[in-house]
């Protein structure tokens, strides 16, 4: 399983943006999906999670409102709208595949990660 995040870029505060993650394989649509972020200096973070099929969605308190992760299983992509952006979101963004008894939350309920896509907001 390969996981490729892309759509990062520098945006002002109070912009959006939305990042896309692509996966290769064919079980991708039996998998729970997750997005977090990891800012300079600090620990990976819970962003958001959606189940397989995409009926159940999970949001950090810090982006409620404001974020909103979607999955197009045909396409095998999982995706993040990110609007309202903080200068507190800057981050390295990353998808995840949630273990099957993994918790949403950390990230130590994910197993495969893509490489990262930069978001920088500015002030």
């Known amino acids: 399983v390969q996981l490729q995040a892309s759509g990062g870029g520098t945006v002002q505060a109070g912009g959006s943006l939305r990042l896309s993650c692509a996966a290769s394989g064919r079980t991708f649509s039996s998998y729970d999906m997750g997005w977090f972020r990891q800012a300079p200096g600090k620990e990976r973070e819970f962003v958001a999670a959606?189940?397989?099929?995409?009926?159940?969605?999970y949001d950090a308190d810090s982006v409620k409102g404001r974020f909103t992760i979607s999955r197009d299983n045909a396409k095998s992509t999982v995706y993040l709208q990110m609007n309202s952006l903080k200068p507190e979101d800057t981050a390295v963004y990353y998808c995840?595949?949630?273990?099957?008894?993994?918790?949403?939350?950390?990230?130590?309920?994910?197993?495969?990660w893509g490489k990262g896509t930069l978001v920088t907001v500015s002030s």
């Open positions: 959606i189940n397989w099929g995409g009926g159940r969605i």
């Open positions: 995840g595949r949630r273990l099957p008894s993994g918790s949403y939350y950390s990230a130590t309920g994910y197993d495969y």
